[in-house]
């Protein structure tokens, strides 16, 4: 029933914003946010970039409200729009991208080495950890990592997750599998070559 | 157990989605292999920080600032408009030229056959050998691409 009166609101919210109603626009973006913001960081890593990204996400949330069909779920098509702007993100700053995010990591392990004394020369640090994982996941499929993300950063069942990506439950479960398997190879590869 | 055997079971272990039985044979082979231990650590401590990345508190104003860049947008879309509105004669003027262009060249092309053979794929291979010069870290995770499943 919830479920209903909360869908429901999400339509309702959607024909206002048609309409050209920011006060309804701004309801959606204050009941979304978080969990867009969380997509955008699972793919980018930063937090800034991430904001900064699910800024550009609902405005195009508002501009392509009109095309919006009320067949699926407002949030179904949210994601959907989170997801596409995070890979195309991705793919147009490649470089920069990950450029930024290595300086960005660089002073973050140097602040947590300072805070926590020192490490070891064969110590991987905070920042290092963390630079580490999104290199990882960004070194996945588009789809592997979308599958990775939606369920692992946003919690999202399966079924979601397949109509989110059009693509089928048993997919998503492959996807899933591959991701975590192709995940664990980079990172295990990764810490073999880099401290033994 | 072999040591590769755990390897590929080392994230459901830490997710605690294997089974029992599963379970308790990659807990006794880490007990046992301080290599796969150190392996377990690192991998449990990296996928940690999905956790911790997932706390996201939103910047306070955040609604504001969207609506505010919205506005931003949409004024520049007006006048954006109107600019066209005022360029249109020069506009058609323009596309008059690029059509006469487009019409010799498709009519040149005929007459020479063949045209120029754009190589597919050539501007995608030149941006990836470019990324050659990045740090370590990053040619780590560019050149093994080869060695994982693929969708
Ligand atoms: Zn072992």
Request: overall charge negative; proline content about 1%; some cysteine.
């Amino acid at each position: 029933m919830t479920q209903f009166v909360s869908n429901q609101n999400d339509h309702d919210l959607i024909s206002a914003i048609k309409d050209g109603d920011h006060d309804s626009f701004r309801i959606l973006v204050e009941k979304y946010q978080e969990r867009v913001i969380r997509i955008c960081r699972g793919y980018l890593g930063s937090y800034e970039d991430a904001e900064d990204l699910a800024q550009e996400v609902f405005i195009e949330v508002y501009k392509s409200s009109v095309k919006f069909r009320e067949q699926s779920e407002v949030s179904t098509w949210l994601y959907r729009i989170a997801v596409n702007r995070s890979l195309n993100y991705i793919r147009d700053n490649r470089k920069k991208f990950i450029l930024s995010k290595r300086s960005d990591s660089y002073e973050m392990s140097a602040i947590e080495n300072k805070a926590s004394g020192s490490s070891a020369d064969n110590e991987i640090t905070a920042g290092e950890h963390r630079h580490v994982l999104h290199l990882a996941l960004n070194s996945l499929s588009d789809n592997q990592k979308t599958a990775f993300i939606l369920n692992k950063y946003e919690d999202l069942p399966y079924i979601e997750i397949s109509s989110i990506m059009g693509v089928s439950i048993s997919s998503v479960e492959s996807l899933l599998f591959r991701a975590k398997r192709n995940l664990q190879k980079r990172l295990l590869d990764y810490y073999n070559k880099n401290m033994l | 157990m072999k040591c590769n055997n755990i390897h590929n079971d080392l994230i459901s272990y830490l997710e605690g989605s294997l089974s029992r039985e599963e379970s308790n044979a990659v807990e006794k082979h880490l007990n046992t292999c301080d290599e796969c231990m150190k392996f377990s650590d690192k991998l449990r401590v990296s996928l940690g920080y999905i956790d911790i990345e997932k706390e996201v508190s939103v910047t306070p104003g955040f609604a504001d600032m969207v609506l505010a860049k919205l506005d931003n947008e949409v004024d520049n879309e007006v006048e954006e408009f109107s600019l066209i509105n005022r360029m249109m004669p020069a506009l058609t003027a323009a596309a008059v030229v690029l059509f006469a262009v487009f019409v010799g060249n498709t009519l040149a092309k005929q007459f020479s056959g063949g045209g120029d053979m754009v190589e597919q794929g050539y501007h995608e291979e030149f941006l990836y050998a470019n990324e050659i010069y990045l740090e370590p870290i990053e040619n780590f995770f560019l050149l093994t691409e080869e060695n994982y499943e693929k969708d």
